[in-house]
């Protein structure tokens, strides 16, 4: 008896945290088909930027077991994280719950929440790797990742990964890192929804210059007029060995390195004839 309790409680608890959520969690028009995003805040929608058109349709839970059908507009993507960020006219969303990933463990019990069609759907499975920051195929980078145990559903992409509670720990997607369907966490969330409300588009470092490998670093084949590297007088035959304290092996670590330093002022250092020396530079923004 007291394992069949156990059994109800979990059950119970299981469908209150879909229930907790189910208002947050919408449909996005996508085409012929039909998508989930996640209600981020009264008017903002945050779902996957694979397949989601510039000008959709949102439908939002009415609580009748319909759904109010909204215009809804891009106002800005990011492939990187496959994240894209609409505004839906009129507001009057219901905005998610959110928690970090900090205190979850592998082994816990999560819901894939998904609405590719009128109602809810849940999938459950449990949390399989909690994985560190990750640079992206795509030229985005997540602070961690949380990966469930298996497929994220057809249609599921661009909704909220929910823990026991109906909080979301993340959104998924299926499309941002080869053979593995992984939730973006929220602190990447944060950041990338501040960045496309200011912005429209994920900024990155721009220093100006055109690089090929070397042996100590990349070595700067152009320099752009006027750009960052120009004004603070990095020359062609430089060999840029570090940016900021990290170490620069080519131009592929470079434009890693720059990305996220958009607009900051750093610390270059060059080796010119043999002597390394550094240069202050004040990067340039571009996304």
Partial sequence: MAQLDVFHALDQGLAAAVQAVAGSVLHVSRGHTGGSGIAWSDELVVTSNFHTPDRTK?????????????????IGRDPGTDVALLRVAGGGLTAAKLREIDGLAIGNLALAIGRPGRTARASLRAVGVLGPEVETPHGGKLDRYVESDRQIPR????????DVDGAVIGMNTRTLLRGADIAVPVVTLRRIVAELQAHGGIRKGYLGVGAYPSGQGALVASVEDGGPAATAGILVGDVIAELDGEAVSGPDTLRSVLASRPGKQVKVAVIRAGQRQEIEVTLGAQS
């Fill in 155 to 162: 249609g599921f992409a661009g909704g909220p990964l929910v």
């Fill in 58 to 74: 949102v439908g939002i839970p009415t609580g009748d077991g319909n759904l109010d059908f909204r215009d809804a507009e891009v």
